[in-house]
């Protein structure tokens, strides 16, 4: 994922509005979109480089799979007292960005790439690692809190935000080395529209002009900002998060 400069900051006591139902609805739409959407490739296609060097289209999926397969481990874990993070938080510019921390981050998909078989695996074990995800937060309290392996203390629903981000850009670039029409669900955009714009994300987005795969890239860095784009993002006082 590239890097985008800024990170708009909200304190815990100013989340975004989000339901523990809504969020997980989210992510297992665009999950689900995403399983169906590489189910079939050709072991060529499984290959195919992305814009998120040095990842290949199979490597970029299992990086996928990685940070989703963190929240089994998290909900085993003991529950921290109190969430003191946003999912706005979560995207702070810090040390989760730095070199070491991202070589790890693609060496670790890589791994996980290389130690299945064909892409029929990876897919399997990709879906397998959602639907486990999905049923285990469905069974937890609105309130639950979550320690993310930075440190984190979420609400669950806040880390969950994070996940479809995780899957709905990286979605995105895989339908891009694909040559594929980007396959984002309405539910996926408008979270992750909330995330970034707030509340009143339509009304921004109406002034932006954009459509949810235009925000979703020029949000992002995958598209460009004009100098028209950029005064009219300066204008709205919009910040763009940190991602890694």
Not at 187 to 203: C, I, T
């Amino acid at each position: 994922m590239q890097f985008t400069d800024g990170c708009c900051a909200k304190s815990v006591d100013s989340l975004i509005d989000m339901t523990l139902s809504r969020a997980l609805d989210a992510f297992r739409l665009e999950a689900e979109s995403l399983s169906r959407a590489v189910a079939g490739l050709s072991e060529e296609e499984w290959h195919l480089p992305t814009r998120c060097e040095p990842w290949t289209v199979r490597e970029l999926l299992g990086h996928v799979r990685v940070v989703i397969a963190w929240l089994p481990g998290m909900l085993t874990a003991a529950e921290p007292a109190r969430a003191e993070v946003s999912a706005i938080d979560y995207y702070r510019p810090d040390d989760r960005f730095a070199g070491t921390t991202n070589a790890a981050r693609i060496g670790l998909a890589q791994d996980h790439a290389a130690g299945l078989g064909g892409g029929a695996a990876l897919v399997a074990d990709f879906t397998a690692t959602w639907q486990l995800v999905d049923r285990q937060c469905r069974a937890e309290r609105e309130d639950r809190v979550v320690r993310t392996r930075h440190g984190d203390a979420m609400l669950l629903s806040q880390f969950l935000l994070t996940r479809v981000v995780e899957i709905a850009v990286h979605g995105l670039d895989i339908a891009d080395a694909l040559g594929q029409a980007p396959w984002l669900t309405r539910q996926a955009g408008d979270v992750v529209m909330e995330l970034q714009l707030g509340s009143d994300w339509m009304n921004a987005i109406r002034e932006l002009g954009w459509d949810r795969l235009t925000f979703l890239r020029k949000a992002t860095g995958r598209q460009s900002l004009g100098s028209a784009d950029a005064a009219r993002v300066e204008q709205l006082g919009i910040r763009w998060l940190t991602l890694a």
